[in-house]
């Protein structure tokens, strides 16, 4: 098993919105910021890796077993944490313990006591008295205790403050160590993806845009920062995408390097993932 | 599936608290009148508890998170017709022991009516969960209350009519045949609920 992820085609129909072939893997060993718009398809391409929805086409290996056939091999061994919590309010986090040792295989009790000390997260408290920080950190928490080798993580991170978030990214560095583990991260918060991805894959109106090593991105995109007329000298396999405002034009440039040379006195700044969201999605061709 | 039913009890500990009470309220009310009404009272709350555990499920959005552990649709809506058949049996239990407590409390000997009443009221708890269970998984727990209440409107219409229009129903001499037909009738209610419910539950999306 070379890939923790690997879709190919995925295809989901409802009325008013598709996903039409998303295909991407997610290498053993690292962890894949999966970006978009909301609406874009992310929830709906997790759900159907994890059988939530039905698809209308495609092939989903996780840990390299298919999801429609090894759906429950696979569960043993992924965690996921969605957007919210989903554990009752009137449970504390030993009912939860209890609860889960009966539904995961290889449940470690002791583990989630050190993951709920790390938290700082209450024992005698009921959930319903957790703040939405702590309610996360509980399900990240759930998440890890059960010694997985995949994480699913649908917008773990948003809603929370800086602090917490950094608690959080902390820990999944900290997962990643092991080379066996893996991580899908979702996330519109991509300042978190700038400090941990390996990969990025941007969907956007369920297709996916972009599909890129990270480092690869940011070292080589870049914004060229012109004037209408130098703009118009540009030829089209230069540019990505390209943004007018008042004075002046913006444009996503592939290779900043190349841009460089050819145009030496050319102002090209360096980007941010949130930069090529915005380009992608509000920009012109 | 052990830590799925775990959860539902888990969940109801609150309730139980105030059912306890409740009990104990309406035993000291209602047992001194010699009124039968008791029994059915708290095996139909015990029964009603299992619309709770589902609303409960729903608030937390419960269902999609479970079913990304190694869960199968089976086993979540086995697991809740399990948790349903506990609760009534709780529920014919207490109401058992309520009424041995009392009969020796009145000083009078244990009456084998209230043996079956207990036994009837179980049954038709069993029923009324076997037609609840499939109609919230299909509509959801706010509108299959309505459907429920429908469900016990029809019936009762049809025999208030029947006894408006004066058709004499057909007596059978032997109780023992109406037991039986009731009990196979919540048996094979009970299935026959399971399965559409397994399959209104493995179509849904989350």
């Excluded at chain 1, 010694?147 to 997962?175: H, N, Y």
């Excluded at chain 2, 036994?119 to 706010?142: D, M, Q």
């Excluded at chain 2, 409107?153 to 059978?172: D, H, K, M, N, W």
């Amino acid at each position: 098993m070379i890939n923790a992820i690997e879709i190919k085609n995925l295809n989901k129909n409802y009325q008013d919105f598709q996903l039409k072939d998303v295909s991407f893997k997610v290498p053993k060993g690292s962890i894949v910021g999966f970006i978009g718009e909301n609406g874009a398809g992310k929830t709906t391409t997790i759900k159907a890796m994890l059988n939530l929805v039905k698809r209308d086409g495609g092939t989903i290996e996780l840990l390299g077993m298919d999801t429609l056939t090894d759906e429950k091999k696979i569960k043993e061994s992924v965690g996921v944490v969605m957007d919210g919590c989903n554990f009752h309010d009137n449970l504390k986090t030993g009912d939860i313990s209890k609860m889960l040792a009966s539904i995961y295989k290889n449940w470690n009790a002791q583990l989630f006591q050190h993951y709920l000390k790390e938290f700082k997260l209450p024992e005698n408290k009921i959930i319903k008295e957790f703040s939405r920080g702590m309610k996360m950190k509980l399900q990240i928490a759930v998440a890890l205790s059960h010694e997985p080798k995949l994480l699913i993580l649908d917008e773990a991170t948003s809603g929370l403050d800086p602090i917490v978030r950094e608690e959080i990214l902390d820990v999944f560095m900290e997962f990643i160590q092991d080379e066996e583990h893996s991580i899908l991260i979702s996330s519109h918060i991509t300042s978190d993806l700038d400090k941990i991805a390996d990969y990025i894959v941007f969907i956007h109106q369920g297709e996916i845009l972009l599909d890129e090593e990270k480092e690869t991105l940011l070292s080589q995109m870049g914004v060229l920062k012109c004037s209408e007329e130098d703009f118009r000298k540009l030829e089209s396999n230069e540019y990505i995408r390209y943004r007018k405002n008042q004075f002046s034009f913006e444009v996503l440039v592939k290779e900043k390097a190349a841009i460089r040379k050819k145009y030496p006195e050319a102002v090209i700044d360096g980007i941010t993932i949130e930069e090529i969201m915005l380009f992608y999605v509000r920009g012109q061709k | 599936m052990k830590g799925l039913i775990l959860k539902d009890l888990l969940n109801l500990k609150s309730t139980f608290k105030m059912l306890g009470v409740m009990m104990v309220f309406f035993a000291v009310v209602f047992l001194p009148q010699g009124n039968g009404f008791i029994f059915g009272m708290i095996i139909l709350m015990f029964a009603m508890m299992v619309v709770t555990t589902i609303s409960y499920d729903d608030l937390a959005k419960w269902d999609a998170y479970a079913l990304t552990m190694p869960v199968t649709r089976k086993e979540m809506v086995l697991s809740k017709y399990l948790v349903m058949v506990i609760l009534n049996t709780l529920g014919a239990v207490l109401s058992l022991a309520v009424g041995i407590v009392g009969s020796i409390i009145m000083g009078k000997s244990f009456d084998l009516e209230i043996l079956a009443i207990v036994g009837v009221i179980y049954l038709v708890a069993l029923i009324f969960g076997s037609v609840i269970i499939p109609l919230i998984y299909k509509f959801g727990t706010e509108k299959a209350r309505l459907l429920l209440v429908l469900c016990a409107l029809i019936p009762t219409a049809l025999i208030l009519l029947v006894e408006q229009l004066g058709v004499s129903l057909p007596t059978i001499g032997n109780p023992w045949i109406y037991l039986i037909a009731l009990i196979g009738f919540s048996v094979v209610g009970v299935v026959l609920s399971y399965l559409i419910s397994v399959k209104i539950y493995s179509e849904k999306e989350f």
